[in-house]
């Protein structure tokens, strides 16, 4: 059983950045692919970013490709989402994921057995 906590979402002016982050509690990130998804209101989650647990495959929305980043640190059981050049498009509420998985990480939703509680970014015009 893994834990996820998220912190660091908040308000950003449009072009402000933000880094979001996910500490895992309960055994090591070793062997679990990450994920960060969003869901803005009346919208369906969507995939944001993703990472193999060795950090060798990464994969970006393309909405927000060269803007925002993914990383890990397998020693402190976290993961990162660094987001810059932010746009009001960019609100939602921003969850990390986790699943056993060894290789390519997942980009659906369903391919992830473990979540966060979310974190609220809001990013004014």
């Known amino acids: 059983q893994v834990q996820l906590v998220e912190s660091g979402g908040g308000l950003v002016q449009a072009g402000g950045s933000l880094r979001l982050s996910c500490a895992a509690s309960g055994r090591t990130f070793v062997g679990y692919a990450t994920g960060w998804f969003r869901q803005a209101p009346g919208k369906e989650r969507e995939f944001v970013a993703a990472?193999?647990?060795?950090?060798?495959?990464?994969y970006v929305a393309a909405s927000v490709k060269g803007r925002f980043t993914i990383s890990r640190d397998n020693a402190k059981n976290t993961v990162s989402l660094q987001m810059n050049s932010l746009k009001p498009e960019d609100t939602a509420v921003y969850y990390c994921a986790a699943d056993l998985r060894l290789g390519v990480p997942g980009i659906k939703p369903n391919e992830y057995e473990y979540w966060g509680q979310g974190t609220q970014v809001t990013v004014s015009s």
């Open positions: 990472l193999s647990w060795t950090g060798g495959s990464t």
